[in-house]
Nanobody, 124 residues
């Protein structure tokens, strides 16, 4: 399994970004997919997860109402739409492939494969 995240950048507070993650090498349409982030000096933090079919999604309280995860199984893609960005959203964002059998994991231990990360920097 390979995951390639893209779409990060440097923006001002209040702006929007859309992260994309291209997946290959596995049964994408059967797996939950998630997004995590890690700020300097901090632990990796759960952001969002979506189930295999895309009809169930959960977001961390810190991003609820501003971020939205989605997927396109026909394209083996997962997305994270980020609106109303805040400086505290600054981090490296990682997409992750859910462990087999888990519907909507929300801890790092529930994911088997990780992308390389894409940097998001939000200035005030």
């Amino acid at each position: 399994v390979q995951l390639q995240a893209s779409g990060g950048g440097s923006v001002q507070a209040g702006a929007s970004l859309r992260l994309s993650c291209a997946a290959s090498g596995g049964a994408f349409a059967s797996s939950a997919m998630g997004w995590f982030r890690q700020a300097p000096g901090k632990d990796r933090e759960f952001v969002a997860v979506i189930n295999w079919s895309g009809d169930a999604a959960y977001h961390a309280n810190s991003v609820k109402g501003r971020f939205a995860i989605s997927r396109d199984n026909a394209k083996n893609m997962v997305y994270l739409q980020m609106n109303s960005l805040k400086p505290e959203d600054t981090a490296v964002y990682f997409c992750a492939w859910g462990r087999r059998g888990l519907v909507t994991p929300n801890t790092a231990g529930g994911f088997d494969f990780w992308g390389q990360g894409t940097q998001v920097t939000v200035s005030s």
